[in-house]
């Protein structure tokens, strides 16, 4: 009887987290919508959402919403690429910016970017988020080469940041090489926004997120085995090997994705996650995957309000917002790990 | 040869990095039977374990389960037959008992790993068959490692497996945990007739709860058969290399080797009433001779282990007078006595002329004080 009474209390808790995620969500779509620039009113709002001939509809669909809706799903990908890094190698502050993944597919693309650019040659949404690929690959096969060699969590982290570093010099490096024409784009870029992505892009991106987000979702069962450690899941049925490449793929593709269109958003992909099993109570994928995304949409929109309206009309990076209220967490994990003693 | 077992190895070669380590393993075990591996560490029972489970490659040869060839099986439908409690302390993150319990239902949930009603009652009575009821709403981390490991014991439980592997459970646990786990053990393989596979540090456990011992030493399966052929004479002595010390294999007990030199005192003992004094004694590091015991005397085994000196008669045998006479000779050169016997009959009346001897010589002194003392 016992057994009852706990699992309501998950499942209300569950619930409840869910309910508090969504009103966050609606609110602060709002939020972004209203602030800016040109304030907007209530009924404004409204009349731009719904009568596409209303004169506010250009300003909340290609200024307000065309930054909004990538906010939503670039935040959800970060924050679920970093779930799902952190379930790969059992390490609570592995991510896509921690472990150099985000630096990799923004040196990639730069390249490649200036390669297509000084040839006048315009860059596809699908071609940018293709070489953002390769270049997460890339770094994602070093971190893998690393971590046979070192067991110790920490480690693995180091070697991910200095990794990042590397590719961020290099990257420097190139763009200094570009015509003056790019260098403003390929610079604001490099910092991290959600300022130039166009609908066309935001099509795009949500043809690649959206299902990549479905399937990690129907990958719940074998995540919540793969936590209890790798000879267990095995013996629960898992194909290890198949299991493992699928989670490296995901969360290639989630955050190369992301890095293509907003540039290298830090500690999202670290943060997220773990703000979210301390909200739910829980490490279940089954509750945390939709969590993640949930969470890491509101958390991108919540630093983007910020980006865009703390010191306007010049606009902060998403990246240094992102990276004061994601950082304290991180330091927050590490040091209860410390104090509970583990690895 | 072995259509009987239900998991059995056909001439497996185990090794790390392609190295063999044990080649030309047959092992096997049948449904309703424990069979459990002992030797040395290092002599590679948990390699052995792991290959079984296919957590390791082979080497050369096959593992056969329920009649079919490991390899060649799927992830699942092995996961419905055999199921593993191991050494590897498990990540649960914020998981409760009754989850980790839980993940054992893995094998038959859908797609999304959803718990169904009769799943739940799995896990529930799991729970209960390893007393875990009080405690299975607790987090898993912040349990004691003998409740972990009843917590893995009926995660392998929930998983309604034929055969459970367990590579040395009982490590970490004292002895009423060790107890309470092969007793769980022994009612699963009696009630459910499954198979299990064990490797075990403690002998004493493993001549108690086996149904068959298999040895690992020496780079090889050194010897397989029943716990009373395999716990005989100075076979374990042998398996385990042991040099300084004994293990008693009738009783399962071990002893630090005895200390020589001359003897400083005579021991006077008979049945049990020595081996707390001969015990002290060795402590003490005071060498002492012991008498007169017949081999059948349940102070024999650790006065043979432990004394400079041993006076003895054949088992059930009376003491005879030239023994007698020897023994007194000996109780008054070394000139200090201990008598640790109360109680005299027929068998031991010598022993009782011994005692009045010394205590007439006033050569008896009191067992504590003279150990308290140093033994001068």
């Known amino acids: ?59 909340v669909l290609h200024v307000r919403m065309v930054r909004i809706v990538p906010a939503i799903l670039l935040g959800g990908a970060l924050a679920l690429s970093g779930f799902l890094l952190q379930t790969f190698f059992a390490n609570p502050i592995a991510g896509p910016f921690t472990l150099g993944i985000s630096s990799g597919a923004k040196l990639v693309l730069s390249v490649t970017m200036i390669a297509f650019l000084s040839r006048g040659v315009a860059v596809g949404s699908v071609m940018l988020i293709a070489a953002s690929f390769v270049g997460a690959m890339l770094s994602m096969g070093f971190v893998l080469a690393i971590s046979y060699k070192v067991r110790r969590m920490s480690m693995l982290i180091i070697c991910g940041v200095m990794i990042g570093y590397i590719c961020s010099a290099v990257t420097e490096f190139v763009i200094r090489f570009a015509d003056d024409s790019n260098i403003v784009k390929l610079h604001d870029w490099a910092m991290g926004s959600f300022a130039s992505i166009k609908w066309e892009n935001v099509a795009v991106m949500a043809a690649v997120v959206i299902p ?47 890095t293509a269109f907003a540039g290298p958003i830090s500690f999202v992909g670290v943060a997220v996650p773990h703000l979210m099993r301390r909200l739910f109570r829980t490490a279940k994928p089954i509750v945390i995957i939709p969590a993640c995304i949930l969470g890491g949409a509101v958390f991108c929109l919540f630093c983007d309000l910020i980006a865009r309206t703390a010191f306007a009309p010049n606009e902060l990076s998403i990246s240094s917002v992102t990276a004061v209220f994601g950082a304290p967490v991180v330091i927050f994990v590490m040091l209860r790990r410390q104090k509970e003693g583990a690895r | 040869m072995n259509d009987t077992y239900y998991i059995s190895t056909e001439q497996m070669t185990v090794g790390y990095d392609g190295k063999p380590l044990i080649e030309h393993i047959d092992i096997g075990v049948r449904r309703g039977e424990i069979l459990t591996l002992i030797g040395p560490n290092g002599s590679g029972k948990s390699t052995i374990l792991k290959s079984m489970i296919r ?72 729970i209960e068959t390893v007393h875990a009821k009080d405690f299975a709403d607790r987090p898993f981390s912040a349990i004691s490692d003998g ?10 439980i929930a998983q309604q497996p034929e055969v459970i592997v367990l590579d040395e459970p009982t490590s970490f646990l004292d002895i009423k945990h060790k107890l309470e786990l092969l007793d769980i053990l022994k009612t699963m393989v009696r009630e459910r007739r499954v198979a299990v596979i064990v490797s075990l540090h403690e002998l004493d456990l493993a001549e108690k709860v086996s149904d068959r011992i298999v ?20 076979y374990i002595k042998s398996l385990y290399g042991i040099e300084s010390g004994s293990y008693n294999a009738l009783f399962g007990s071990i002893e630090l080797p005895a200390v020589t030199g001359t003897p400083r005192v005579f021991v006077i003992g008979g049945g049990g009433s ?37 006076f003895s ?64």
């Open chain 1, 1 to 59: 009887m016992k057994q009852g009474t706990g699992e309501r209390h998950t499942a209300r808790r569950t619930a409840l987290g869910f309910a508090l995620l969504a009103l966050a969500l609606i609110a602060l779509i709002f939020c972004n919508i209203i602030a800016g620039s040109t304030k907007l009113t209530v009924s404004e709002v409204f009349d731009g959402l719904f009568r596409p001939q209303s004169e506010f509809s250009a300003i």
């Open chain 1, 212 to 258: 990549a987000m479905i399937a990690a979702f129907f990958l719940s069962k074998p995540i919540g085995a793969y936590q209890l450690g790798e000879v267990y899941a095995e013996n629960m049925g898992v194909n290890i090997r198949l299991f493992r490449i699928a989670l490296i793929l995901l969360s290639g593709v989630l955050s190369a994705c992301v």
């Open chain 2, 55 to 126: 957590q390791l490659r082979l080497l050369a040869g096959t593992v056969v389960l329920d009649g079919r060839d490991m390899a060649a099986m799927k992830e699942r439908e092995i996961a419905k037959k055999l199921a593993i409690v191991m050494t590897e302390r498990i990540r649960a993150e914020l998981m409760s008992c009754w989850d980790v319990a839980a993940s054992g239902r893995y094998p038959y949930t859908g797609r999304l790993g959803i718990l169904s009603k009769e799943d739940r009652a799995i896990v529930d009575g799991a």
């Open chain 2, 147 to 156: 409740q972990r490991q009843r917590i893995l014991l009926a995660r392998a």
């Open chain 2, 215 to 234: 040895c690992i030493a020496h780079n090889r399966v050194d010897r397989c058969g029943a716990p009373e052929e395999i716990f005989s004479g100075d």
């Open chain 2, 274 to 310: 020595g081996v707390p004094v001969y015990r002290a004694l060795q402590r003490a590091g005071i060498p002492f001779a012991a008498g007169v015991l017949p081999e059948s005397d349940l102070d024999f085994p650790v006065a043979q282990a432990l004394a400079a000196e041993l």
């Open chain 2, 313 to 376: 008669v054949p088992a059930f045998a009376a003491i005879d007078p030239e023994t007698e006479r020897r023994a007194a000779e000996r109780m008054r050169e070394i000139g200090t006595v201990v008598c640790t016997v109360s109680a005299f009959g027929e068998t031991n009346a010598a022993n009782q002329r011994l005692a009045k001897a010394a205590g007439d010589g006033g050569l008896l002194v009191d067992a504590e004080a003279f150990i308290g003392e140093g033994g001068v």
